[in-house]
């Protein structure tokens, strides 16, 4: 059974810098691409980035292009969220979670818990 | 401001049925499978239906999905007090290179 652990979350100040982890296990993390989504306190689900089983593609929400960076590690079966230049806007439990097929689209069929990030 | 737009809010009385639409544009909705989730408070997203009309395993099927066009539509049938959730729509943007998400509808069980 697929699962997904983040980690990494805590509080930041604006300006500062935070690397969230997402631990798979369950399921063949190297052929799955991945999401990191987030949800900001009270409100809807936003999607932030999303990149390609083997890593070669990556596209991301332009509310944090240029500043934060999706990487995955396919021998560690991990999946990482870099955020610099944090924003107060970014404070957010910070959600990953894998997609139904090798590429972007489909569905995202598993979930981890969620790690809170605050930036204040 | 979402790209896929959901209602705000929904409501009926238990036993009953709701839908829950979800409008999209050609570059989303239009050209790519529609996938929903439930969120009830406090934990974490799962997904509901995927494909447009296709239930994961465990999804009663009391839940159902449809889509024509740029539209979509979740519809839930025999309500019960434990569908009470927040309920999203999602898709990929081919225009944008974007996942995109409705805005969310919140599901009240009177």
């Known amino acids: 059974q697929a699962q997904l652990v983040e980690s990494g979350g805590g509080v930041a100040q604006p300006g500062g810098s935070l690397r969230l982890s997402c631990a798979a296990s369950?399921?063949?993390?190297?052929?799955?691409?991945m999401y990191w989504v987030r949800q900001a306190p009270g409100k809807g689900l936003d999607w932030v980035a999303f990149?390609?089983?083997?890593?070669?593609?990556?596209y991301y929400a332009d509310s944090v292009k240029g500043r934060f960076t999706i990487s995955r590690d396919n021998s560690k079966n991990t999946l990482y969220l870099q955020m610099n230049s944090l924003r107060v806007e970014d404070t957010a439990v910070y959600y990953c979670a894998k997609g139904s097929g090798s590429n972007s689209g489909g569905r995202l069929d598993c979930w981890g818990q969620g790690t809170l990030v605050t930036v204040s | 401001q979402s790209v896929l737009t959901q209602p705000p809010s929904v409501s009926a009385a238990p036993g009953q049925k709701v839908t829950i639409s979800c409008s999209g544009s050609?570059?989303?909705?239009?050209?790519?499978?529609v996938s929903w989730y439930q969120q009830v408070p406090g934990t974490a997203p799962k997904l509901l239906i995927y494909d447009n009309n296709m239930r994961p395993s465990g999804i009663p099927d009391r839940f159902s999905g449809s889509k024509s066009g740029t539209s979509a539509t979740l519809g839930i049938t025999g309500l019960q007090t434990g569908d009470e959730a927040d309920y999203y729509c999602g898709t990929w943007d081919g225009s944008l290179s974007a996942w995109v998400f409705g805005g969310g509808t919140k599901l009240t069980v009177l």
């Open positions: 050609s570059s989303n909705i239009g050209n790519n499978y």
């Open positions: 990149i390609r089983y083997d890593g070669s593609n990556k």
């Open positions: 369950g399921f063949s993390f190297s052929s799955y691409g």
